[in-house]
Each structure stands twice: as C-alpha cells, then as structure tokens.
C-alpha cells in the first residue's frame, strides 16, 4: 500500500486543492466527532484512508503529499446516530464532498447507500452497518488550469436578451450533423454545427437545464426510466459527467469550459439553471450521500417539533437550510466557483422561493438577496429567479428584489388564454405585452425584470400546446395521473399528430401567434429549444423521466420554415430598439407630430375606451409602437429613428375588417409579418384604409 506524508493543510480553500506537489484537503462538519479521509484506485478498491486531525473554525483538513488531479477520493464521518435529534452519522457511508470539482461513476441503487435498515420496523431510526462504498461515485482532485486565451464575458444589456432554454443531451443527440461520439455533451453543444444554429436563430443566451452532478432516482430506475431533467443535484460544484464525451476523471470539468469558450467566441452568454433549494438526499427515508451523512443538523430545515423529519417547501423530500451562515456560504462558494472559474454569465435559481425563507415566510430581505447583492462577482452576472416553491405564499411572482429578473407565470398563462379566445382578456394583455408595469414598475424595476415565457421545460411544448387537449403521460407509469391536468380547448381539431390539412394550418398559425406575441413583447423572451421547429413530445407535458426519442429535438424532422419565421421575428426584435426597450412605455410621451409613445385601437380605427377594454363586442386590437428608439448612423454618421410599428392581434374566431387609424404619421404601411398564410390584396396598406385580418392571426406593419 502507498503511503503519502501527511501534513496540517488548511482550512480554506474548502473542497480539495491540488497546488503543484500534493492536495489540501477541507470538509466543515460543524457537529462531527471525527473525519476520515478516503482514496480510491481506478477499480474502485479503497486503498487509503488518512484521519483529518486538523480541526478549525469546525473545518476538518489535512494536506497529502503526492496526491495528484484524477485522484478519487470520498468521506467517511464519525458522529452520533441521533435521528429523532436531526444527527445522522454513520461511519458506513462513504460520502461526496459538498465541494467536489469533479464526481465519476453512477450511484448504484442498493440497500448499503442508506444510512438505516432497510425494511426494519421504525426504519430510518435503525443504523445500517453495510460498506455503501462500492456503490457510489467517488469526487475527484482536479487540475484548475485552463487556457481561457482571449474569453470576456460578454455582458449583453437585459433587454437585448433572448434566452433559448435548452437540454445538454436532448438538443444535439440525434443531430445527423454532429460526429455521434460528441452528441448529447457538452463537445456536442460546442460542435460547429450546434453553433452555426445558434447563431442564425438569432439568440443571445442559452439556459442549461441542471447539468450540475445530479442522482437518478431509484423508482424511476426500477421503472425502467431515469431522470433526465436533473433537478436532484449532488455535488454542486461538479458538472455532471453524464453530458463528457471526453472522459469522467475531471476531463468534464476541461470539456465544459470549452464549451463556454465557444459559445461565448459566437456571442451567446451562458445560464445554468440551478437547484439549490434540495438535494437528492430526500427525507428521513432517502440515502446518505453527501450531507446528510456529514452534518444534517446544519444542511438541512428539520422540523422543529421532530428534528427526525424534514421541513419540505420544495416537494423533494428536505429544504436547504439558508438560515445558516455556513450554507449560506457553501451556496455563494458555489455561484462564484461557477462566475470566476467556469465563466459562466448568470443563474437561473429553480424553486427560488425556498431560498428566501426565513423561518416560514418568505422574505424578501433575507440573507440570502442580501449576500449576493452585496458579492462583486455574482452580482454581477444575470439573476433569474423562479418565483414560486411549493409551500404557504410561496408565489411570488412580481415580488422579488431590484436587480432580479423573474420568470413570469402570470405572462404564460394569460397569454395562452388570450390566444384561445377567451373573453375579458385585452386589459391583461395590454399589461402583459408592456413587461408587465402592474408587477414590476412599482418598485423601480424595468420591463427586463419580467422573463416572459409561452412553455417551459415542464408542461407541452409549443407544437403540443396547440395540438393536445390532454396530456398524454402514460410513458411514466403513473397512470397518466403526474404532471399539470391541462385543458386547453384550442379548437384545433382532432388531438395529436393525425389531422387534415386544415387543422395543420391552423395549428402552425396559432404557433406562429405565440411566437409573434412572445418575440414582440417588452421584456426578456425565453424560448425552449426545439419549440422553433415544432418538436413534439407525443402529448407528454411532464417528460422529467422519458430520456429518450420523447425529449430529445428531432432534427430530422423539423420544421424548416417555422425556423426561419422564428429567426426572422429574433432579427426584427434586435433591429428595432422601440421593440425592446430598457425603459417602460408609459404612453405619455408625445413627440411634434403629436403621437404617443403607444396607443391602443379599435377595428374601427378609433382609440380603445376605458370600457373598451372589458367588451365582448370587439377581441381585435390595434398596438401602435412608436420607434422611439435609436436604430443607428448613417454613413454621414447621422442618428436614424427607430421605424413606427403597428401591429394587429385577432384571437378571435371570425376574420376582422380593420380600419388603419387615420391620426397616425407617417401614413403608409407596410407587411413585414404575419401568421396567417392568406395572401394580402397589398403589402401596403395607407391609414385610413381596412385590412383584413384572418381569424386567430397576428399581422405586423412597419412605417415606410
């Protein structure tokens, strides 16, 4: 057996940190009696177990001569096994170090990964002696060294963003374009063509689903499924090896950065979304893999009347527990890791709700906005927050502080409405399509605090949206019970991909209205990846576990002209400034033709009245957009002014004739856009003159 001199290390850096000769090694386990630390060979054999006898402000460390970057290593804790007092420990359990750079190997599913007897009567209060070692992964030392060459973030203004929600795996994995050794990872996402994609469609950023290491649930395995969304992460500092086509002994780590350098050399930025509001340790019930074996009475929110249970707001089994400072710091230990050393250039936070409580409520002014408000590296890259957990007055959509964009459930659901024709619904989308003044303006935010969204990773795509009445969940074993209980009612006809060519029709030209809508509306736009091209997922609207040909972008199959209509509606937006704006409109400004900044009509042609807005009579609308904003310079180097826009919305079931407003200037307009197929009798239309509007379409002039 190798031996390695051993010396003190230091506490800090926390994690391990290979410096050139050897690795200092740190774990805080603030209730701990002891700490030993475990090396392991390429076969899994542990081959040397070392004790931390250092011990520092309630950090354990020590630092090994010789141990060098591909060395796996893990945990094991010696404490008492208290559960009923919230202690946890079990020397038995091999676990992940909360600070791992890099974690190999797949967990196994097996009796020894609990920290109790499995099947023994009052379980969990049980002490399981069974070696979980041979089960699971293993961190990894890893080498920091990497050659960024010339990469800067590139810091693009909110309000010229456009996010392109996407899965590591399922957007290049049967891309007939991409070598298949690369497809589904991170090289895929950096393959020539995955950029030259990107790049046409026009967006700026692309929002990762969860691609920090994460655990595959045991039921979903037993049913033949895994989890393929990630939202159950592990190790939080580690990109998940699942997506390395390179290799899983700290080459992910190598691999991810290129990935970053790529994108960011075509001028597309990088959001992780990210899950620090529970782990895959779940409750009482769960394994003991990482924290919960270290020090649960600090990670997690137990109960207070029972420390053996779990205070759960997330509906995953446990809570992190943000009140306390050391977790506090693990999560801005974590954020800043991903900013400075991976250069990642903003978080979307899922379940952000949780992270801002205080005891039960949720606090806007917790400890949690206040430290990342107050860093200098994470305050200064993109913050997205879900607005929503799942425990009391967890809603909180509009409510989050400045600096904070929100994802706005309140935009997706009226503007489903809006577009199956409901009643009563222009007053809404009048706030909506503005960025939303009635949530945000109030407390000195901007239309870019508002992330609006048609679907989302969770519920129908596009195409599904407006083809399945139902949802369609069988796949998942759950008797089809899991997942949102929609019904939509879109009128399009028979459900699924088996319709007439009317019913097609009509299908694309409601995509296409969501599409216009979402791309046309003040705020940031998040597309999910695939809803450009019309990817289905046969009816699912809750694929967490269909890793398969049911989540994964067809590209075989896509819908080319919807491509180039969504790329064109991208380039229209980042052209015209008045269509994406930094500030709010607030329809007072008039310039010296007298118009304002906005105005809304009538299909008469006459302005919309108070009254106007709650009819039944009239479901046609007028938007004029002033272009206000500075496109840019002519060869002299004079300022060009934004064009005007007006643009019509019929969600209604019956074609409009609609009379263009005669007090606009200047008075010739013409077609850049539309969702209806329907040949107009011209391209440009004079004010004072009627325009047929198809039934359930979107039309867009611009001035000439």
């Not at 379980?123 to 069974?130: G, H, P, V």
């Not at 049913?223 to 997506?243: E, K, Q, S, V």
């Amino acid at each position: 057996m190798q031996t390695y001199i051993q010396l003190p290390g230091r506490p800090y850096p926390l994690g391990a940190t290979w410096d050139g000769t050897g690795t200092n090694f740190s774990v805080f386990a603030k209730n701990a009696q002891g700490v030993n630390l475990c090396l392991f060979d390429d076969f899994g054999n542990e081959v040397y177990v070392v004790e931390l006898l250092e011990r520092e402000h309630d950090i354990f460390h020590t630092y090994l001569e010789g141990i060098n970057p591909g060395q796996k290593y893990g945990y094991r804790v010696n404490g008492p096994y208290e559960p009923e007092n919230g202690a946890r420990f079990n020397p038995n359990k091999l676990l992940i170090d909360p600070y791992a750079k890099a974690i190999s190997g797949a967990l196994i599913w097996n009796e020894a990964v609990f920290g109790y007897s499995l099947n023994a009567e009052e379980e969990d209060l049980t002490f399981s002696e069974a070696d979980s070692a041979p089960f699971m992964p293993k961190s990894v030392v890893i080498d920091t060294a990497f050659n960024w060459e010339k990469d800067k973030f590139l810091d693009i203004p909110y309000h010229e963003t456009v996010i392109y929600e996407l899965h590591v795996k399922g957007f290049s994995k049967l891309n007939p374009l991409i070598p298949e050794p690369l497809r589904g990872t991170y090289a895929g996402i950096a393959h020539p063509a995955s950029l030259a994609y990107l790049k046409a469609l026009g967006i700026t950023a692309v929002e990762l689903m969860p691609i920090h290491q994460f655990i595959s649930d045991g039921h979903l395995i037993d049913r033949g499924l895994d989890n393929y969304w990630g939202y159950n992460t592990i190790g939080f500092f580690a990109p998940d090896a699942r997506y390395s086509a390179s290799g899983t002994n700290g080459e992910q780590v190598n691999e991810f950065k290129e990935m970053v350098k790529a994108l960011h050399g075509h001028g597309i930025e990088v959001i992780l979304d990210v899950v620090y509001n529970h782990t895959a340790e779940g409750n009482q019930k769960g394994p003991t893999l990482s924290f919960k074996g270290i020090d649960n009475q600090t990670y997690y929110r137990l109960e207070d009347s029972n420390m053996r249970y779990y205070t759960d707001y997330t509906g995953t089994g446990n809570s992190l527990n943000t009140r306390m400072p050391n977790v506090l710091r693990f999560i801005m230990d974590s954020l800043r890791y991903w900013v400075e050393e991976m250069h990642v250039d903003g978080f979307r936070f899922d379940l952000a709700s949780t992270l801002a409580r205080g005891l039960h409520d949720v606090d806007r002014l917790s400890a949690f906005f206040d430290i990342i408000h107050q860093d200098p590296s994470i305050s200064q890259v993109k913050l997205i927050a879900e607005p929503w957990d799942l425990g009391e007055g967890g809603y909180q959509v509009g409510k989050f502080p400045p600096g904070w964009a929100e994802w706005n459930g309140k935009y997706r659901d009226l503007m489903r409405r809006f577009w199956k024709g409901e009643k009563h619904t222009l007053g809404e989308f009048a706030q909506r399509f503005l960025g939303s003044p009635d949530l945000y303006m109030k407390d000195y935010r901007r239309p870019t605090a508002s992330i609006n969204f048609i679907t989302a990773h969770d519920g129908f795509t596009l195409h599904d949206l407006v083809s399945y009445n139902e949802r369609h969940n069988l796949a998942n074993g759950e008797d089809n019970n899991d997942g949102e209980s929609e019904n939509h009612s879109w009128n399009c006809g028979v459900e699924g991909e088996t319709a007439d060519e009317g019913i097609k029709s009509l299908r694309l030209k409601q995509k296409k209205n969501l599409l216009m809508t979402l791309l046309l509306s003040q705020g940031i736009p998040m597309l999910v990846a695939g809803d450009e091209l019309g990817k289905t997922q046969q009816g699912n609207n809750n694929a967490y576990c269909q890793d398969n040909e049911i989540s994964w972008i067809n590209w075989e199959t896509a819908d080319k002209s919807l491509i180039e209509f969504t790329a064109g509606l991208i380039a229209l937006r980042k052209n015209h400034p008045s269509l994406s704006r930094k500030e709010w409109i607030v329809g007072d400004k008039i310039d010296e033709d007298g118009l304002l900044d906005i105005g809304w009509f009538k299909s008469d042609g006459e302005e919309m009245t108070p009254e106007d807005w709650t009819s039944d009579d009239d479901s046609c609308l007028g938007i004029f957009l002033h272009g206000a904003g500075i496109q840019g310079k002519t060869a002299e180097g004079a300022d060009i002014m934004d064009s005007h826009f007006f643009i019509i919305v019929n969600p209604g079931h019956q074609r409009f004739s609609f009379k263009l407003p005669n007090n606009l200037y200047p008075a010739k307009w013409v077609i850049i856009m539309q969702s209806s197929t329907a040949v107009p009798a011209s391209n440009i239309v004079l004010a004072g003159e009627e325009f047929m509007v198809e039934e359930r379409s979107a039309v867009v002039f611009r001035a000439d």
